[in-house]
């Protein structure tokens, strides 16, 4: 079982350039939800799919993120232009039942903006 | 790498002990909650997970207690060891509406001594 898989597990990038953020969640599982973590906020949820469909995205920050899930296996997030401020680590989290039920944490992504 | 932990309440128990985690949830009408475990440099582990329809439920070494009329939620580590110590978050969400958010709280650091 390889649980759910990010990539890549460390960025860096420079402020402006465009940074995408990979999901495989685990097969079977029909929710998934991008989460972003840093030191000041916590742990927030940005937006979460059930069956591939966004549900709420009220959490993205702004414009600049965007989200897909073009299939069951797989999900992108996407910072263009990316900002300092931006970095954090990004967890990918996946869930086989909606709701109420476990989700499962991928490894997350740690970004660093410059 | 980065720590999630520098301004987290912390708790420092000796190896053996049991250790008592709390949470306050704000919101009344939240019936769903979860305590996840997250070591360093990992996503955060799923524990254990309680009903609002239930108050106490008990897992291998530990236990969840729930008072929803203070809107508080315990995490009860029995005979705590080294591999205990990580930061643990409570969540929870509301079956109300036709969205799922899980909201996480801001994280306990424990430590375990040997």
């Known amino acids: 079982d390889a649980g759910v898989i990010q990539s890549p597990r460390h960025e860096v990038t420079e402020m402006g350039q465009e940074v995408t953020l990979r999901c495989k969640p685990i097969?079977?599982?029909?929710?998934l939800f991008w989460y972003r973590q840093t030191m000041m906020r916590g742990l927030e949820l940005l937006i979460y799919?059930?069956?591939?469909?966004?549900?709420?995205d009220s959490g993205m920050p702004e414009d600049r993120f965007s989200a897909k899930m073009p299939n069951a296996s797989f999900s992108t997030l996407k910072i263009q232009p990316s900002e300092p401020r931006d970095s954090a680590v990004y967890f990918c989290a996946s869930s086989p039942r909606f709701p109420y039920n476990e989700q499962f944490f991928g490894p997350g992504t740690r970004l660093t903006v410059l | 790498g980065e720590s999630v932990g520098l301004h987290l309440p912390t708790l420092s128990v000796q190896e053996g002990d049991n250790s008592i985690i709390n949470c306050a949830y704000s919101?009344?009408?939240?019936?769903?909650f979860i305590w996840y475990k997250q070591e360093s440099g990992k996503g955060p582990q799923f524990i254990i997970d309680?009903?609002?329809?239930?108050d106490k439920r008990q897992g291998q070494r530990v236990t969840v207690l729930l008072n929803k009329t203070v809107k508080h939620l315990s995490l009860q580590i029995a005979a705590t060891q080294p591999g205990d110590s990580a930061v643990y978050f409570c969540?929870?969400?509301?079956?109300?509406?036709?969205?799922?958010?899980?909201?996480f709280g801001k994280g306990t650091l424990l430590t375990v001594n040997p």
């Open positions: 969540a929870e969400t509301s079956s109300g509406g036709s969205n799922y958010k899980l909201t």
């Open positions: 799919f059930n069956n591939n469909v966004p549900i709420d």
């Open positions: 919101n009344s009408a939240s019936d769903y």
């Open positions: 097969s079977g599982h029909n929710s």
């Open positions: 309680i009903r609002s329809n239930m």
